[in-house]
């Protein structure tokens, strides 16, 4: 079955920096992306998503990129704002198989004023 | 839309106790998934259900923990005896033919 990693498991920066999160995905026949923000005590937020024809996705602050021969993908945030903070997750789904996302540990981001 | 509805927000349990979470998908959405959330293990699938029928359960980690669909609008979880290290928060989800899931607000789940 598919397995997800995603790198780093915590990450701080400056507000008005950029952070970086990565994940790598195993099942080649994977093929769609998404990522969620979780603030402390609630439910993951769908934030960004990616489908495999598509090698990248800009919505405002935050990007995507996909890599589908090295079977990573990116999630790009730029000028961090404090409440950027938050945990972080990607994950990765067949679509045909409903929706079925596994997803990766986390990434817990902390933008500092 | 009311979203993805879970019932009820805080279980506190003693152990042997079983406890059974509830809920209620976003209407018109097909797909509906129980996860469970840890610090060690993060989020995990527990079983998922297409069109009221339990596709993958290879996640429920003992035969303790069942799950049930009976119609399109409802869901349960059961742990039956529960224990210590069942303590979690146990997210459901739903979503329509591979759409964006959506997730509930989650049962805190605490077994003394």
């Known amino acids: 079955g598919e397995n997800v990693e995603q790198h780093p498991s915590t990450l701080s920066v400056q507000e008005g920096d950029s952070a970086v999160i990565k994940c790598t995905y195993s099942?080649?026949?994977?093929?769609?992306f998404p990522w969620y923000k979780q603030e402390l005590g609630k439910r993951p937020q769908l934030i960004i998503d990616?489908?495999?024809?598509?090698g990248e996705k800009k919505d405002q602050r935050i990007a995507v990129t996909l890599n589908k021969t090295a079977k990573h993908f990116s999630l790009h945030i730029t000028e961090t704002q404090p409440e950027d903070s938050a945990v972080y997750f990607c994950?990765?789904?067949?679509?045909?198989?409903?929706?079925?996302?596994?997803f990766g540990q986390g990434t817990e981001l902390s933008v500092k004023p | 839309d009311a979203g993805v509805i879970q019932s009820p927000r805080h279980e506190v349990t003693e152990m042997g106790q079983e406890v059974t979470l509830r809920c209620k998908p976003i209407?018109?959405?097909?797909?509906l998934f129980w996860y469970r959330q840890t610090m060690m293990r993060g989020l995990e699938l527990l079983i998922y259900?297409?069109?009221?029928?339990?596709?993958?359960d290879s996640g429920m980690p003992e035969d303790r923990f069942s799950a049930k669909m009976p119609n399109a609008s409802f869901s349960t979880l059961k742990i039956q005896p529960s224990e210590p290290r069942d303590s979690a928060v146990y997210f459901c989800?739903?979503?329509?033919?591979?759409?964006?899931?959506?997730f509930g607000n989650g049962t805190r789940l605490t077994v003394t």
């Open positions: 989800a739903s979503s329509f033919r591979g759409s964006p899931l959506h």
């Open positions: 099942d080649s026949a994977s093929n769609y």
């Open positions: 990616i489908r495999s024809n598509v």
């Open positions: 994950a990765a789904s067949i679509i045909l198989e409903g929706g079925k996302l596994i």
């Open positions: 209407s018109g959405h097909n797909s």
């Open positions: 259900f297409n069109n009221n029928v339990p596709i993958d």
